[in-house]
């Protein structure tokens, strides 16, 4: 699949390093937060340019409730903002949103906000957008398997029925396809509990780069480095 200029399918992103770009320019975390969120509009903007199917964003982990509640307030509040200032790029963009998570548990106005974009592209054709909010992968899959044990429960479900593919019908979003390039910006080498489940074989690709400064030029790196790689799944090349 290599060594020929081949996109990966479906791309997911950790974006790191918001509140340390921040403090490097003497800023609010705040001021972090908000120019990363135009480095997701530039992002998307050339994922669905290039056609990538779908585009997976880290927008807020089921660790962030650790913040201090001034920080979670003015996230949750640049989030409900960020939903309303997209509907006409999205639109313009053909991209279809959609997100994974506990979305119930986020608040009212988000949740609120967050339905009305969905609704609104979801007829769209061109790239998924999604969005994984208050999202943690430890808590997928136990939210999966709760859903499976009552499914046995009901008898509507045997033990032998459960395999990878058929516990994968339990996930947040069943359809989504395993992501092939995983990046994470801010240097960090580590996974933070991101698609556990789906990121088995994604290729990782790690830059030193905050996510506000991420641009075109660090995805292309990024999609470069993706297209000289080997993708053997466990096997070996003939």
Same mark, same amino acid.
């Given at each position: 699949m290599k060594k020929n200029g081949s996109l990966p399918e479906h791309i997911a992103?950790?974006?790191?390093?918001?509140?340390r770009w921040a403090r490097q320019k003497k800023l609010l975390r705040i001021k972090g937060h908000e120019t990363g969120a135009k480095a997701v509009r530039e992002i998307t903007r050339e994922c669905a340019k290039k056609h990538i199917k779908q585009l997976t964003l880290y927008a807020f $982990?089921?660790?962030?409730?650790?913040?201090?509640?001034r920080e979670i307030d003015l996230l949750m509040k640049l989030l409900k903002n960020f939903l309303i200032g997209e509907r006409e790029e999205i639109q313009k963009n053909n991209i279809r949103l959609t997100a994974i998570g506990r979305i119930k548990e986020l608040p009212e106005f988000v949740q609120r906000e967050l339905s009305v974009s969905i609704e609104e592209s979801k007829m769209n054709t061109g790239m998924v957008l999604c969005l994984a909010l208050n999202y943690g992968g430890r808590t997928e899959i136990i939210d999966a398997t709760k859903k499976?044990? #009552?499914? /046995?429960?009901?008898? +509507? /479900? +045997?033990?032998d029925e459960i395999t990878e593919e058929s516990f994968k019908k339990y996930l947040y979003m069943?359809?989504?396809?395993?992501p092939d390039l995983l990046i994470r910006t801010g240097g960090e080498m580590r996974i933070s509990n991101f698609l556990l489940w789906e990121i $088995?074989? #994604?290729e990782l690709w790690v830059t030193d780069t905050y996510w506000p400064d991420f641009k075109k030029p660090h995805l292309?790196? #990024?999609l470069l480095a993706y297209a000289n790689r080997e993708r053997r799944y466990g096997g070996l090349k003939e």
């Open positions: 992103i950790i974006m790191d390093g918001n509140g $982990s089921q660790e962030n409730w650790k913040r201090p509640k499976i044990v #009552a499914e /046995l429960k009901k008898g +509507k /479900l +045997k033990i069943p359809n989504m396809p395993d $088995s074989y #994604a292309e790196e #990024a």
